[in-house]
């Protein structure tokens, strides 16, 4: 392991939104190699990577209960989201001559293999990213829910989140222009 870096094991969060990139829906190729491009360079310095990606880009659990979708099924319909997500981070890591493993919290095989922890650190180890599909495999969870308590689980050093939004907000930024960014904020204000 280098040295030089600061952290050995990290735990990547991606917004499915943000790969849309400037679509309405779906992947977009540029933001698919932007993100492969920077994933490649941190697996090429000896970092340990486990991804977790949210679906909303294709489908988001809450808003299908505005659809009809029962919420339990919206939500499962989302967790199938960040299962086609995965694949196409898989494919693109894959094609860059990065090897990755999609691991899913929901029982998925082939497509991917049941997710334990002492799975995804086993193929860290050997220099994998392992990409975690699936959320929590509950309904009611967010995928930023899974890659905290993935993070926890994998003892992961930190965990970076990549989202459309630049920063933390009083309010979301992109319903709320007036929202304000914080240049710094503790635990305390966070929570309060």
Same mark, same amino acid.
């Given at each position: 392991m280098n040295d030089m870096i600061k952290y050995q094991?990290?735990?990547?969060?991606?917004?499915? +939104?943000?790969?849309?990139? /400037? *679509? *309405?829906?779906?992947?977009?190729?540029?933001?698919? *190699?932007r993100y492969c491009s920077d994933i490649v360079s941190v697996n090429a310095m000896g970092v340990q990577l486990a991804i977790v990606v949210g679906g909303g880009n294709i489908f988001r659990g809450m808003s299908g209960t505005d659809k009809g979708f029962d919420r339990i099924k919206g939500d499962n319909m989302g967790m199938l989201a960040t299962v086609i997500n995965s694949l196409a981070i898989q494919s693109a890591l894959e094609n860059a001559g990065v090897k990755a493993k999609v691991l899913t919290s929901?029982?998925? #095989?082939?497509?991917? +293999?049941?997710?334990?922890?002492?799975?995804?650190? #086993?193929?860290? #180890?050997?220099?994998?990213a392992a990409i975690i599909a699936g959320g929590?495999? /509950?309904?009611?969870?967010?995928?930023? *829910?899974?890659?905290?308590?993935?993070?926890?689980?994998?003892?992961? +050093?930190?965990?970076?989140?990549?989202?459309?939004?630049?920063?933390?907000?009083?309010?979301?930024? +992109?319903?709320?222009? #007036?929202?304000?960014k914080y240049s710094r904020l503790s635990f305390d204000e966070a929570y309060s």
């Open positions: 094991r990290v735990l990547l969060k991606l917004s499915g +939104e943000s790969l849309m990139g /400037n *679509s *309405s829906y779906g992947i977009s190729s540029d933001v698919l *190699s929901i029982c998925m #095989e082939p497509i991917g +293999e049941y997710y334990s922890s002492s799975k995804a650190i #086993e193929y860290m #180890e050997a220099g994998y929590t495999g /509950n309904p009611f969870f967010t995928t930023d *829910s899974a890659a905290a308590l993935r993070g926890v689980e994998l003892k992961a +050093e930190a965990l970076l989140k990549g989202t459309r939004v630049d920063g933390v907000y009083t309010a979301d930024p +992109e319903k709320y222009p #007036e929202a304000r």
